[in-house]
């Protein structure tokens, strides 16, 4: 079974960093392209950064470049989100996603929460 | 980058109506086009990927279609189970965009 948990959430003030987890089981983790997927509270979803299974490619959301970076460590099974600089526009709720062989997001996570408030 | 326009925003039917959501892409994006249901208090469950298959134990009462940059997702016969927001999201090139949303209900 496909499972994907993230970790790391919290309220933390604007200005100041957060690193996100996704610890990914039941699949290779290393033959898929992964996603990070944001979603603030009551609205819609964001799609927020994108890294490859060998971390060739990596893209990001014009909201978050400079300021967000995606990583993976494959042999940890385990994808990364460093946020710094940190805005209250940046609080929602983030999700994990598996990038499909169709390219989209086949499988999520249950999302981690991050606050930006002082 | 390609916006992906929804509608409706909200939609009320009754047990057994059928049921039609649509998505506008702003240029072609192919079949990459995938639907998604969130219920309430939970992550989002792919429904159709490549604009008209059907994802693996989602009931046979929903499919999807296209005309050209039109995608529709019909679920045939709503059941209670079926509610919740419902999202498009085109795959076709980064950023990837999802629409805005269906919010649906039971009458």
């Known amino acids: 079974e496909v499972q994907l948990v993230e970790s790391g959430g919290g309220l933390v003030q604007p200005g100041r960093s957060l690193k996100l987890s996704c610890v990914a089981s039941?699949?290779?983790?290393?033959?898929?392209?992964m996603n990070w997927i944001r979603q603030a509270p009551g609205k819609g979803l964001e799609w927020v950064a994108y890294i490859s299974s060998g971390s060739s490619y990596i893209y990001y959301a014009e909201t978050v470049k400079g300021r967000f970076t995606i990583s993976r460590d494959n042999a940890k099974n385990t994808l990364y989100l460093q946020m710094t600089s940190l805005r209250s526009e940046d609080t929602a709720l983030y999700y994990c996603?598996?990038?499909?062989?169709?390219?989209?997001?086949?499988?999520w996570g249950q999302g981690v929460m991050v606050t930006v408030s002082s | 980058d390609i916006q992906m326009t929804q509608s409706p925003a909200s939609l009320s039917a009754s047990l057994e109506e059928i049921v039609t959501i649509t998505c506008q892409a702003s240029?072609?994006?192919?079949?990459?086009l995938a639907w998604y249901q969130q219920k309430p208090g939970k992550s989002p469950q792919l429904l159709i990927y490549g604009a008209t298959s059907l994802a693996d134990g989602v009931p046979s009462r929903f499919s999807g279609s296209r005309s050209g940059t039109q995608y529709s997702l019909k679920i045939s016969r709503l059941q209670v189970e079926d509610i919740g927001i419902y999202y498009c999201?085109?795959?076709?090139?980064?950023?990837?965009?999802f629409g805005s949303g269906t919010k649906l209900e039971i009458k």
């Open positions: 999201l085109q795959a076709y090139s980064a950023p990837l965009t």
């Open positions: 996603a598996r990038r499909s062989t169709t390219e989209d997001f086949d499988y």
């Open positions: 240029q072609d994006i192919g079949n990459w």
């Open positions: 039941g699949f290779t983790f290393s033959n898929y392209g």
